[in-house]
T-cell receptor
Framework: QQPVQSPQAVILREGEDAVINCSSSKALYSVHWYRQKHGEAPVFLMILLKGGEQKGHEKISASFNEKKQQSSLYLTASQLSYSGTYFCGTVPGRRVGDMRFGAGTRLTVKP | DGGITQSPKYLFRKEGQNVTLSCEQNLNHDAMYWYRQDPGQGLRLIYYSQIVNDFQKGDIAEGYSVSREKKESFPLTVTSAQKNPTAFYLC???????????FGDGTRLSIL
């Protein structure tokens, strides 16, 4: 099943913060976060693993509540370059093909 | 630099025609994936492959076929049975389910 993302869209001014949520109806092994600019390929942001380990490389943070099967992506002091569509991918099973992406959250950062 | 190469960037299909989208990776990843993205939509899994000579259907496999004869290559054929093929197709690869997926630049397929 596809995870549910909220909000569907958000508009910010530079320097403002945003939170994007992702929830699943299944128990999760991990949650992935990606950002996609218009017409381009998605780019990896972060993976959150069951048990608390987190892998990422940008100035963006995230949380993973295993009990609630939810993850949240925190964008602080947003920059114009943060604009794009953010997708979460949830991994409920052990097979590589088990990941499913949410419908995306479109983030627009204005000057 | 390692990465994933998809070709062509744009592809047009005539009625009743099969077309093949190429995907090559030099990241030494075992797993490869094909996704379809429609305007304003998320990514839907078409097929995936965990190892050479093995692949599995995703959520929307009807009208598509794949092969995995080499670790580096995972071509996708859009057959004439796929009645609504117009979409953005993305190929990805990863080491395993808990490692990042690396995406190619995509192929945009349209009907003539």
């Amino acid at each position: 099943q596809q995870p549910v993302q909220s909000p569907q869209a958000v508009i910010l001014r530079e320097g403002e913060d945003a939170v994007i949520n992702c929830s699943s109806s299944k128990a999760l092994y991990s949650v992935h976060w990606y950002r996609q600019k218009h017409g381009e390929a998605p780019v990896f942001l972060m993976i959150l693993l069951k048990g608390g380990e987190q892998k990422g490389h940008e100035k963006i943070s995230a949380s993973f509540n295993e009990k609630k099967q939810q993850s949240s992506l925190y964008l602080t002091a947003s920059q114009l370059s943060y604009s794009g569509t953010y997708f979460c991918g949830t991994v409920p099973g052990r097979r590589v093909g088990d990941m499913r992406f949410g419908a995306g959250t479109r983030l627009t950062v204005k000057p | 630099d390692g990465g994933i190469t998809q070709s062509p960037k744009y592809l047009f299909r005539k009625e009743g025609q099969n077309v093949t989208l190429s995907c090559e990776q030099n990241l030494n990843h075992d797993a490869m994936y094909w996704y379809r993205q429609d305007p304003g939509q998320g990514l839907r899994l078409i097929y995936y492959s965990q190892i050479v000579n093995d692949f599995q259907k995703g959520d929307i496999a009807e009208g598509y076929s794949v092969s995995r004869e080499k670790k580096e290559s995972f071509p996708l054929t859009v057959t004439s049975a796929q009645k609504n093929p117009t979409a953005f197709y993305l190929c990805a690869s990863s080491k395993d389910r808990n490692q990042p997926q690396h995406f190619g630049d995509g192929t945009r397929l349209s009907i003539l």
